[in-house]
C-alpha cells in the first residue's frame, strides 16, 4: 500500500490515532524511537501509553512501524501483531536495530 493510499485511509481513525500514526511513519527503518518520543512528536507529552494503545490499534503495519517504538528505558513494550513481543524482538533484529 503506497503511503498517499494509508493517509487517505487513515482518515477513518481519530485524529490522535492518525497523528501516532504518522508519526510513526518517520522512524527510519533501523531504527528506534519511544512511546514517549512519539507523545512529544505529537505534541501530547503526558499521552505516552495513549500511544501505547494507538499504536496496538494499527492497522497498517507495516508500512506505519510500530514495532519500532520501544519503551523508554530500551525496553520492547507492547506489541500486538501475531507473535507478540518475540515477533517485535525478530523485527527489530532485522532491520539491525538492536
Known sequence: MEKKEILERMKAYTPFQQAVWRACMRIPAGQTRSYKWIAE???KPGAVRAVGSALGKNPFAPAVPCHRVIK???GLGGFSAAG????KLRLL???GAL
Open 41 to 43: 512528536q505529537i505534541g
Open 84 to 87: 507478540g513481543r518475540a515477533a
Open 72 to 74: 523508554s528505558d530500551g
Open 93 to 95: 533484529k532485522k532491520e
